[in-house]
């Protein structure tokens, strides 16, 4: 049953398109050539597209971490007070980076599969009467738990306050919707492996205004992150560091495909893909770990095995049997979930691919389903 | 006379062989499973193979730039006393990124085309009877000059001081001998577009057991950079943040090759075509800016054009009418001098076709010379 052709299920890496995997098999370029801001200019205007932005968009080589980093040594000072917001792995993360940076940071912390609660973020900013909360971090989509924040209902609250809204947008950019003007949002950062359908490799980070009057009060030291640095080459479409021109060359394939199926579509796409797999993994038995499909991933779904079956051994013998590649739980999460990823080069025949691979993984571990029935429900949409 | 077939004769990024270009067209994979671990494990023995290490290698997403910030983010601290060494672009970028991290430097910097002078460092570390300096800063290789120090000679003067030597080895290694362990080199940093025949966007880096112990001390903030997180996942072959598969597909492909031909091979190779384009271009009246053989440059040889003509006018005919693309001068040496790149995946044949390009560009700009003296000259070696 297995043959070498591996479905790739996660939260990213994403299946690549044939033309964006073919585009790296080119030489490399002069990177202080014209040819080069050339490819650099459509580059960023791919990313504005898909940030929704008329501010700034900086590279970051690197991979996402280094954009949530970027964020934060460029804009804060040790000592600054930050409220970090998290739900997981990732909102955790991006706090602990601003506590390695000296701030003194305050965190909203979610239980798994719970969203930030917008009362919360509420009462802690009208507390601070003094306004000495200099930043929010906020990730949009936590990829380790499977939820997606109401990211508006934030800002609109931190933009009321006057702190900086940092956010992590890395799973959640082109996934859904995440106007980076329209809801004030200062620092926006994405990366090249999700829904760009592009390797890893790069960041993208929009600045806005208010962002770039924080850089200027900012006192920490970077160098290959900097802000100012990195604006003063982009200006003539160069990179202050010999950029890695294959991750470049896949982005300029898949950002075409992209804007050719457009911005609300590619979003409709992702929230088709996490309605089918909610629906079919639920005709199976597995429980998703989000109950409101409103505060649902769209890239990413976090279940539950049916009662009584083991999520690794399911896992495992989807991968072994049928070659689909799921991903497991993080952190507390570990052994306890699956997390099937729908997300950049995903059509729904994958998804109903994964859907009836899945029905067959339970059935042959044991669990009494009725034959066909993911796909039903996924159909049934 | 042209076509679309350009030949990269800079000193980075290089031409590839086809089949580390073929191997990047390939499917993205999970980098939290065993595979990529065995595949981490195999570039990571490559680069140790290339450093002549027995010590740690750390992988830094990114660029060669990222790696210097990387050495100095993890072994200094605010205040810390630092001789940066500079004969050019890049080591002046060492001492700046020191500097933005808060520490005191003291340059010692030399006229482009000069190597570093052992008798000047020698007297600034004896009289350092204090013992303030914790670290020397040194670029083995300066490419925007074409000038190679004499590592070891350094390396000694700073062992038998007792502060860190971080070394920029990023166009040297693989080009010039640099055996990191026999050398008591504490930091050597690499780059994959270099020698190493494979796209930018990763950086080596190796850490002695000493700089493990001024890591313990180091007192600044980093997060994707930190050498504890990175070598935390790499004990399981994984990265603290997603990796850019693609350029690992592609080194692993081309360190086998390199490993193939051989350590020793590999650096004669670099030495063999630069005495030739050096006798080259001198056979065409070229003058080199490094004048004595045993300091320049194996990977890049920089040329003051024939008396009475442009620099910039031959470089832009080379390309427009052979489509061979030469470097120019940066910093004070933009318009004056030309770099012609021998790196990476370079024959004597493309040597010999640069030469004789060369040769009928000066021609066709009205220089006088004897038909076929610069390959004459490169053959007679």
Redesign the interface.
Known sequence: MTMNR?L?M?P?????PARV??A??????????QDWSELYWEIEKGAKWAHQTQHDILMV??????GM?AAI?NTLSPGDKVLALSMGYFGTRFG??AE???MEVDRLTYAQGQVINLADVAAKLEADTARQIKAVLVTHNETSTGTLNDLKGIADLVHAHGALILVDGISSVLTAPCPTDDWHIDILIS?S?KSYMA???LAFVSVSPKAWEAYAQSK?????L?FEILKDFANRGH?????????YY?LKESMQMLQAEGYVQVIARHEHMMRAVRAGAQALGFRPLVQDEANASRCVTTLYPPEGMDAEAIRMHLLNTYNV?I?GGQGDLMGKIVRIGHLGYQSMAEIYGTLSCLEKTVQELGHVITPGAAVAAALAL
Chains 1, 2 share one sequence.
Do not use: F
């Open positions: 591996q790739l996660l990213g890496p994403t299946p690549l995997m073919q790296m098999a080119a030489p490399l370029m002069n990177h202080r050539s080589a690197g991979a996402g971490t280094y980093e040594a602990t980076i390695r940076y000296g990366a492996q390797p890893p490799g920490l030291p970077r160098y290959a900097d990179n202050p560091w010999t950029p890695s021109m294959p991750v896949a590649m991903a």
